[in-house]
Antibody
């Protein structure tokens, strides 16, 4: 069965960086985009960007340009999302989700990773 | 502030029909297909409706979606207690170049 398993919760100080992993299994890794979506406490989901594991291309939300980086390791079917210069308003649950290319919907999601930013 | 507007709450008694609206613009709903996600407390969102009105395997047929112009709707027929959740519409926005989620609607079963 399709699974997206994310790394565990993180606590970071303002200005630091965090790297969250998303390990895929149960399907052909390079056939689906991986998106990252975050959800701040009590708020709706916010799309951060995506990576195409096949050709390594990325698309990032403009508001996060320069602070976010998405990478992949095809040998382990794992995608990584790194967010730098963390601020308190980056505190959120971060989800990875997969999309079959050009379908524009996310059919499987990871369990979520809580990232807390506090001094 | 999301570019997709939903009512903050909706409610009904078991068995009732509950509609949820999602209002957008020509650059998002007017140009692309709409998806709906259900989020139970403390869990990841789950795909409920894709491509305006398609149900993934395993989603009960009491959930249905539609789209007209720059608005979309989700309907829950035969409301059940396990339908208590937050519901979000979502679509790609051609002008903003982002995937946008609606403001969310919390459904309560009375």
């Amino acid at each position: 069965q399709v699974q997206l398993v994310q790394s565990g919760a993180e606590v970071k100080k303002p200005g630091a960086s965090v790297k969250v992993s998303c390990k895929a299994s149960g399907y052909t890794f390079i056939s689906y985009l991986i998106h990252w979506v975050r959800q701040a406490p009590g708020q709706g989901p916010e799309w951060m960007g995506n990576i195409n594991p096949k050709d390594y291309s990325t698309t990032y939300a403009q508001k996060l340009q320069g602070r976010v980086s998405m990478t992949r390791d095809t040998s382990t079917s794992t995608v990584y999302m790194e967010l730098s210069s963390l601020r308190s308003d980056d505190t959120a649950v971060y989800y990875c989700a997969r999309e079959m290319v050009r379908t524009y919907y996310f059919d499987h999601w990871g369990q979520g990773t809580l990232v807390s930013v506090s001094s | 502030q999301s570019v997709l507007t939903q009512p903050p709450s909706a409610s009904g008694t078991p068995g009732q029909k509950v509609p949820i609206s999602c209002s957008g613009s020509s650059s998002n709903i007017g140009s692309n297909t709409v998806n709906w996600y259900q989020q139970l407390p403390g869990t990841a969102p789950k795909l409920l409706i894709y491509s305006n009105n398609q149900r993934p395997s395993g989603v009960p047929d009491r959930f249905s979606g539609s789209k007209s112009g720059t608005s979309a709707s989700l309907a829950i027929s035969g409301l059940q207690s396990e339908d208590e959740a937050d519901y979000y519409c979502a679509v790609w926005d051609d002008r903003l170049h982002v995937y946008v989620f609606g403001t969310g609607t919390k459904v309560t079963v009375l």
